[in-house]
T-cell receptor, first 113, second 115 residues
Framework: DAKTTQPTSMDCAEGRAANLPCNHS???????VYWYRQIHSQGPQYIIH???NNETNEMASLIITEDRKSSTLILPHATLRDTAVYYC??????????????FGQGTTLQVKP | EAQVTQNPRYLITVTGKKLTVTCSQN?????MSWYRQDPGLGLRQIYY???????DKGDVPEGYKVSRKEKRNFPLILESPSPNQTSLYFC??????????????FGQGTRLTVV
């Protein structure tokens, strides 16, 4: 699975959009980009995934560049409860060890009042 | 409500005293995993199971055992715990959404201290 690079930490004002970047320059054609977050030592929570098209769900939007070498997770109106560590994970579709996710260090997002 | 339930949430034990951390999921998922999380090392997979009676080692299996006798349960067993197994443990269950996309659901974690 391709390696990802994320900034260690970011701040965001409450109510503003939080844009979390991820670099995955070695991504291959059949690898998806997933985002998970972990709120204060709770279990990680799935947010969104994408292959090459932009995606949106009730939690967030995912923008993937045309060359797929980077992506941005967007929380459109961040709240204090969005303070968490955000993990960008690249994973091959249909990997034999279906449960395995390789977590890097992630980005610690601090949403401030 | 779809969930993965781990017990206990907190445990302090002594070196060498066998313990079991239970994990149960109510989503009928085939795939289940155990992870441990340590400062500076992130989350690392210990063991995984792709179905009943099918288990395999992850990245850090030493000192752990698992079993999968029923689809919903995936207990983690420490036969002889040592202080280096002090960690935060997570159980996860996963399913394939289609086109090879996997979504994982994690339990709330078990904080284990071995003294």
């Amino acid at each position: 699975d391709a390696k990802t690079t994320q900034p260690t930490s970011m701040d965001c004002a409450e109510g503003r959009a939080a844009n979390l970047p991820c670099n995955h320059s070695t991504i291959s054609g059949n690898e998806y980009v997933y985002w998970y977050r972990q709120i204060h030592s709770q279990g990680p929570q799935y947010i969104i995934h994408g292959l090459k098209n932009n995606e949106t769900n009730e939690m967030a939007s995912l923008i993937i560049t045309e060359d797929r070498k980077s992506s941005t997770l967007i929380l459109p109106h961040a709240t204090l409860r969005d303070t968490a560590v955000y993990y960008c994970i690249v994973r091959e579709a249909g990997s034999s060890n279906t449960g395995k996710l390789i977590f890097g260090q992630g980005t610690t997002l601090q949403v401030k009042p | 409500e779809a969930q993965v339930t781990q017990n206990p949430r907190y445990l302090i034990t002594v070196t060498g005293k066998k313990l079991t951390v239970t994990c149960s999921q109510n989503m009928n998922h085939e795939y289940m995993s155990w992870y441990r999380q340590d400062p500076g090392l992130g989350l690392r997979q210990i063991y995984y199971s792709m179905n009943v009676e099918v288990t395999d080692k992850g990245d850090v299996p030493e000192g752990y055992k698992v079993s999968r006798k029923e689809k919903r349960n995936f207990p983690l067993i420490l036969e002889s715990p040592s202080p280096n197994q002090t960690s935060l443990y997570f159980c996860a269950s996963s399913y394939q959404r289609g086109r090879g996309v996997t979504e994982a659901f994690f339990g709330q974690g078990t904080r284990l201290t071995v003294v």
